[in-house]
């Protein structure tokens, strides 16, 4: 092994004049970023180029689909994209994707659904609705929850004439019923 005719590494970190101190780092002109947000807010500031690429002025439309024309029909056709003639921004063309078998339900409802895009962009934005046959997503629906059953029993006035009903649920409702009754008749007497 021969030696660098220069001088090792140790000497040369010897021999350099030592650096001035850092200065502390300057604190930010302006406050970056801003406060925390949620992602749901930021998707339509993502996805604003790519849907308007496919002819979506909002994305709202594809996101609030079924909100816009009833959830019975989203589960048959989505938004592919709006054509709007050169240079204008009304009278455009819906492009629908529709599920198979589905197409002469929709074809029906064809003035309904116009009606409903232009009612939600607020002018007379679509014209005309082309459809096209292809897999359609079915949107996710939110599942609301139903109250629990009071657990309080019913009034022993009523006897085991109500624990006789097969049905849990017809006896649940009238069990309300009377559960409601006896608080009225309490109120009154």
């Known amino acids: ?105 929709i074809q029906h409802v064809i003035p309904e659904i116009i009606d409903r895009v232009n009612r939600f962009f607020g002018y007379r934005a679509v014209a005309n609705v082309r459809m096209r046959q292809g897999a359609v997503q079915v949107p996710a629906t939110k599942e609301t929850r139903k109250a629990p059953p009071s657990l309080k029993a019913a009034p022993i006035e009523f006897g085991d004439s109500l624990r006789d009903i097969g049905d849990p649920e017809l006896r649940t409702v009238l069990e309300s019923l009377a559960r409601s009754l006896d608080l009225m008749s309490g109120k009154q007497g």
């Open 1 to 105: 092994m021969e030696r660098d005719p220069k001088g090792s590494k140790a000497e040369k970190a010897k021999a350099a004049p030592k650096a001035a101190p850092r200065a502390a780092p300057r604190p930010p002109e302006r406050a970056r970023g801003g406060e925390a947000r949620m992602i749901g807010d930021l998707m339509p500031a993502i996805g604003r180029t790519a849907f308007r690429r496919f002819g979506f002025v909002q994305s709202s439309v594809v996101t609030r689909w079924p909100e816009i024309i009833g959830a019975a029909h989203a589960r048959n056709c989505a938004p592919e994209s709006i054509r709007f003639p050169v240079g204008e921004k009304s009278a455009g063309t819906l492009h629908l994707v529709v599920s198979p078998g589905h197409a002469p339900i």
